[in-house]
Each structure stands twice: as structure tokens, then as C-alpha cells.
């Protein structure tokens, strides 16, 4: 029993100091410490020769070696005796993990495609603050102090005088871009606009805008509606018709919002055009004189057009989405659908 011991005392400050260096020194030493015909199995079989008093205290001191052989396996594995981790084998011939790839905001997608269509009309893109003063939102454009538009239910205010509020449309910056005196102008203006609206299926606080301008010698209600049709055509396709009605808006003078025929039934009627076979996408007309003036332009010599669009508006009927939150949501499941329309 005791030789049994002191064998045990000896082999375990043996293991103690062992180190590897390398997978097959790690093997190595399981098959000499743990293999079948491994010191712990041969030192185990030594329990026979034990008195079958002293068995319980010899199983006990064997088991512990047992043990402890084991956990220097274990630690072994993860360092060798240079403190260097023995790496897990790479499978090079495994296929890589999946990445998931983004997509383009539908309101980029279609912004872009705006922007595009109206650069080949040699529209230049304008770009102007999201908080604004009133005179670039209101005032210049002949929105007289009392107009509707102006009050606190449509408007974010976030001071009130000096007023500064978030831009109602970018028709704030058409004014910036006419103070600056060069002309003709050619302009399209893409930007976030905020309007103090409950939020629906078909209206929310804030969305985006293209409005465009056009100012030079001799400009008329004509230029407008081919500016208009080329771009309807581009954006919807050829058999796409348009339509004027007459609407007011203080900035032009005349104004009018412009319908196209249903995308949906061609124009016989269905649910979305309200069975009238058109639907209304923007606001447009000539610049009133009293806005050129407002901006130090002479109205007796310049004429122009402008008009306004809702991106929203167009991309739900392009891609027939039929609530306006989706937008804003970043619901991966509506997004991921865009991936192929870039
Ligand atoms: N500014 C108008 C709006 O926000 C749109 C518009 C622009 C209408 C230009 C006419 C001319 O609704």
C-alpha cells in the first residue's frame, strides 16, 4: 500500500512539470498517461495487491490521480509549454457565412431617379437648411401673416420671434437660390419637409419633396406641362396619361395640381384612383410676379415655373405601398423588398 502511494507521489511530480510543444507531444503524453495501456490503467490494476482494508483509502488516492492526470490533459490541450494556444484546424473548403447585403432606401431610390430625370432637363439640385426663418418659408412666398398654412397646427415652431421653425416645403429654398441673382435658373430641390399632421396611413410629420424652378425670359405655362409630361413619362412609363386642374397657391399665379391616370387600372376606375381613373401626384403654376419682385427679380422682364412633389406620394404609386409609415419604420422585411430595384 504505501509502495502504491509513494508511486502515485512520484508520477504526479513527474506530470506536474510536463509540457508540450507541439499536437504530437500532446498525443504523445495522452497515450502514456491516459492511453489503454497508459500508467493510469496500470497503476489502477495495482488495487488488486491491495489489503481489502487499506482498499477504500488506495481507491481514493487513485482516483484522485486519476483525476488530476486528467485536468493536466485538459490544460495541456490549451497551452503548450511555451504559453502558445494550439489553434483548431481551419476548413478551407467550407463556403463562407452569409452576409446580408443592404438596399437603398426606397425614397432614395426614387428621389434619385428624380433627380435624374430632371437633370437631363438641365435642372441643377439645390439644397437649403431644414430649420428656416419665416421670410424664406412664408413671406417671400406672398403667404400672407394670416394664411392658414401658417398656424401653430400646420407648422413646428421652434421659436416664435424671431420665428424659427422646420421648413414646411422646400420652397424656402427656391427663394434662397433666386436671391442670388444668377439667371436664368434651372433648379430642382430634393429635401425633408415637417408638418404638424397626425400621423396615418397617408400622412405623417415629416417626408420629402421635390420642387423645381425654372426662371427665365419667355417662360410659360406651356414649358411647364412638357417639363412635366417628359417627366411623368420617364418616371411611369408612355402610356401614361396627365391632366391639369385648376388649385391655388399664394407663390404662383396661375396654379394648378397636375393628375396622371391611374397606374393601377389604366384609368377605368379601381380603389385606388377612387374609380375616377386619376390621381393627383403635384402642385405646380407659374411664379407670382410679387415673388420675383420679393427676391429682387424683375417680373416685367423674367417669367417662370415651379412645382412641388411629395416623394412618398410617387414611390407608393410606383411601387404600390399602401400605408406611408413603412417609410419610416426600418422594417428590414419592406426594405430588403427594394434590394433589386436599385
Ligand atoms: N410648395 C407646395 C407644397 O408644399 C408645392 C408647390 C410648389 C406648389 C410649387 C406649386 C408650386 O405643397
Not at 483525476?67 to 484546424?89: P, S
Not at 424659427?164 to 424656402?172: F, P
Not at 393601377?264 to 419682385?293: D, R
Request: aromatic letters at 10%; glycine letters at 6%; one cysteine or more.
Amino acid at each position: 500500500m504505501q509502495q502504491l502511494l509513494d508511486k502515485i507521489k512520484a508520477y504526479s511530480a513527474q506530470i506536474e512539470g510536463a509540457a508540450v510543444h507541439s499536437k504530437e507531444e500532446l498525443e504523445a503524453f495522452r497515450i502514456k498517461y491516459l492511453g489503454t495501456k497508459g500508467l493510469v490503467k496500470t497503476i489502477m490494476s495495482e488495487m488488486k495487491d491491495v489489503a481489502t482494508e487499506q482498499k477504500k483509502e488506495a481507491g481514493q488516492a487513485l482516483n484522485e490521480f486519476k483525476n488530476y492526470v486528467e485536468q493536466k490533459f485538459e490544460k495541456l490541450k490549451l497551452f503548450d509549454g511555451n504559453q502558445v494556444k494550439v489553434k483548431q484546424e481551419v476548413d478551407l473548403s467550407l463556403p463562407a457565412p452569409d452576409m446580408p447585403i443592404g438596399s437603398r432606401h426606397p425614397i432614395s431610390i426614387v428621389q434619385n431617379k428624380i433627380i435624374s430625370i430632371f437633370n437631363r432637363l438641365g435642372f441643377a439640385v439645390a439644397q437649403g437648411p431644414e430649420i428656416e426663418d419665416d421670410w424664406h418659408n412664408f413671406t417671400a412666398l406672398n403667404l400672407p401673416e394670416n394664411h392658414p398654412a401658417r398656424d401653430m397646427q400646420d407648422t413646428f415652431y421652434l421659436q416664435e420671434s424671431p420665428a424659427w421653425l422646420l421648413r414646411t416645403h422646400t420652397s424656402s429654398v427656391q427663394i434662397r437660390e433666386m436671391e442670388k441673382g444668377v439667371l436664368p435658373l434651372r433648379i430642382i430641390c430634393p429635401g425633408r419637409v415637417y408638418r404638424n399632421e397626425t400621423i396615418s396611413a397617408r400622412a405623417h410629420c415629416f417626408f420629402n419633396q421635390v420642387e423645381g424652378l425654372y426662371i427665365a425670359e419667355n417662360v410659360s405655362f406651356a414649358d411647364l406641362k412638357q417639363t412635366l409630361y417628359f417627366f411623368v413619362q420617364e418616371m411611369f412609363g408612355q402610356e401614361v396619361k396627365i391632366r391639369f386642374r385648376p388649385s391655388y397657391f399664394p407663390f404662383t399665379e396661375p396654379s394648378a395640381e397636375m393628375d396622371i391616370s391611374c397606374l393601377i387600372c389604366g384609368g377605368s376606375g379601381c380603389n385606388v384612383c377612387k374609380k375616377t381613373g386619376w390621381v393627383e401626384i403635384l402642385g405646380c403654376g407659374m411664379v407670382h410676379p410679387q415673388v420675383l419682385e420679393n427676391c429682387n427679380i424683375d417680373s416685367e422682364k423674367y417669367t417662370g415655373f415651379a412645382f412641388g412633389m411629395g416623394i412618398e406620394r410617387i414611390t407608393m404609386l410606383k411601387y404600390q405601398v399602401k400605408d406611408l409609415r413603412l417609410f419610416s419604420e426600418n422594417d428590414t422585411r419592406f426594405l430588403d423588398q427594394f434590394i433589386a430595384a436599385i
